[in-house]
Structure formats: structure tokens, C-alpha cells
């Protein structure tokens, strides 16, 4: 049984300060190995055409062919793995999937098939659509269902899948495969987490709750709004081209693991709706952990 309507937020205590998320765990996975052949499949390809053909696309045999064929709920596995055992204190209360490209697999949902691999069977759904920004809102809708529901903790597990049976403009597509898996908690229930904003970057109110003080991890779209943004140092991380969902939190694991800790801002930008999104996470205590399959991308950001 679904509900319909997110349940009502509870009452805030009076003059509660508003509270730093913690990434407390986090893990990436990137397949290194070669892909399997292709096996030819005439029933998969019809459908492949069949699915296209409304919307004059024309399923591209050669490139699904030559491609990793690994599919968002494999890569979401992978980094599950690499993230480690969760008892039940550990596991999130709450699941959301984050992906900025559709899986070529449609008998399958990643929060579906993720939420049988963790304790306690959480509460899981998925976000897309978003583009480079999905991610963040991702973790925003994540963060508001979970005060209305009194949770703590919240997995983000973002994903980039290359394999796509149909052209995709580059702006958008994946050219390796990769998941990262975040884990965060936060005390206080229902009071508001700071340090979040997404709108319009010319809009002031975008960058409520920003500390240009804080350290910062740049999406790799970000420097073409710097103008617009608040003064701060250079960023500690860039994340590499062709990760459009995964590439800046790619970065946050690669800042955290060379020993950037505390407070950090996470930013990128959409050039397209000219939107900018932002949020702030305490990486104070964060373990990122590895696992086999985590590997380089090809750009010399190891995992």
C-alpha cells in the first residue's frame, strides 16, 4: 500500500538551530573489466526499435553492442558492496536512487532491488530527470520525507550507466560506468538541516545557507557560474567530465580520502535551466571505504 501525500511534518521545538548533516559512510564503485561480448538477442532489439520508433529514435545496434552492458541495479550492487556490512543501528531507515540517464534494463528498479539487499526493508524510491542535479535533489527530497517520518538516516546511492540503446547529447550522457554510495545521518528529528539550496543562479536566495568559509567540492559544470556565485577558495576537488550524476560526489570521496574534513559545501550547475544546486555535509567522521571493482575512470581520479 502507497501513500499518496508525504505524512505531515512534525512540530519544530521553538528556536531549534538547524542541524549539519554527517556523511558518515561512503563508497564508489567503478567497474574495471572489459565487457562481455555481445551476444545478438533479435527479440531485445526489436523492442529496442519498437520503443524509438514514436519518437523517430533509432536503436543504435553498434553502439549498445560495443558498450559495457552493465546495467543501474549491477552498478547500484557495486556499491553497496563496496560500502560494507550494515547491522540494523547502521542501515538507513531511508533509500533514494539518483540517476540522470534511464537503465536499458526495464524489467528491473534499482530501489526495488536494493531495498532486499539491506536490514530492516527501508523505505526506498528513485529520483531522475534531473540532469548534473539530480543528485541534489535527490538528498533534498530525501531529507524532507525523512523529518516528516522521524528518520535519522538516509542512503543516496547515485548512478551513471553508459550503456544506452538510444543516442543521448553528451551534455547528458555517461561515458563510464560508476555508482557512489552515500550514507547520512543527523540528529534532531524534525528539525530543518541547513546548509541545502537549489534555484535559479542569479537568484540571491539560491545560496541561503552557503559558507563561503567551508571548503568546496565543484561539480565539473560549476566554473561556468562562478561569477554568479559566493566568494570562496579554490575547491579542494573537481569532479572529471562525463559523470553527469555520480562525478561530483566522486570528487567529495577523492577530497574526504586525502583528508579534507569537516564542514563541506558540494556544488554543481545545470548550464541548461541555468540552474545551480548546493548542499553542505559535516565529513568530520566519514569512512569511505573501497571494494573490488573500485578502480580509475580513465581521467586519473582513482576511487
Keep these: 500500500m502507497f501513500r499518496t501525500a508525504a505524512p505531515v511534518r512534525r512540530a519544530e521545538p ?110 526506498a524510491f528513485a529520483l531522475s530527470d534531473q540532469g548534473p542535479l539530480t543528485g541534489f535533489s535527490a538528498l533534498r527530497v530525501a531529507v524532507e520525507y525523512a523529518r516528516r517520518r522521524g528518520f535519522t538516516r538516509v542512503l543516496l546511492l547515485t548512478v551513471d550507466q553508459s550503456t544506452q540503446p538510444f543516442p543521448v547529447p553528451d551534455a547528458a550522457a555517461a561515458h563510464t560506468d560508476s555508482a557512489v554510495a552515500l550514507l547520512v545521518e543527523w540528529d534532531g528529528g524534525g528539525v530543518p538541516v541547513r546548509g541545502m539550496g537549489q534555484g535559479p543562479a542569479a537568484q540571491p536566495d539560491t545560496f541561503a545557507g552557503w559558507d563561503p568559509a567551508v571548503p568546496v567540492v565543484a561539480g565539473a559544470r560549476l566554473a561556468e557560474a562562478a561569477c554568479q556565485l559566493p566568494s570562496y577558495e579554490a575547491p579542494v576537488a573537481v569532479a572529471a567530465p562525463g559523470l553527469p550524476c555520480t562525478g561530483v560526489w566522486t570528487a567529495l570521496l577523492e577530497a574526504v580520502g586525502r583528508g579534507v574534513t569537516g564542514p563541506v559545501v558540494v556544488a554543481d550547475h545545470d548550464p541548461g535551466p541555468g540552474r545551480l544546486a548546493h548542499c553542505t555535509l559535516d565529513c568530520a567522521r566519514t569512512r569511505v571505504t573501497g571494494g573490488k571493482g573500485n578502480t580509475d575512470d580513465g581521467s586519473g581520479r582513482g576511487a
Design 14 to 123: 521553538d528556536g531549534a538551530a538547524p542541524v549539519l548533516p554527517r556523511l558518515v559512510r561512503a563508497a564508489r564503485y567503478a567497474p574495471g573489466a572489459a565487457a562481455a561480448p555481445y551476444v545478438p538477442d533479435p527479440e531485445l532489439e526489436a523492442f529496442y526499435a519498437e520503443l524509438g520508433a514514436p519518437y523517430g529514435l533509432r536503436f543504435d545496434r553498434e553502439g549498445y553492442a560495443a558498450s559495457a552492458r552493465r546495467s543501474s541495479v549491477e552498478l547500484a550492487f557495486g556499491a553497496l558492496d563496496a560500502l560494507g556490512d550494515l547491522d540494523a543501528g547502521q542501515a538507513p531507515q531511508l533509500v533514494v536512487a539518483a540517476y540522470a540517464t534511464p537503465d536499458f534494463v526495464h524489467a528491473e528498479l534499482v530501489a526495488s532491488c536494493v531495498k532486499g539487499r539491506l536490514p530492516g526493508g527501508p523505505l
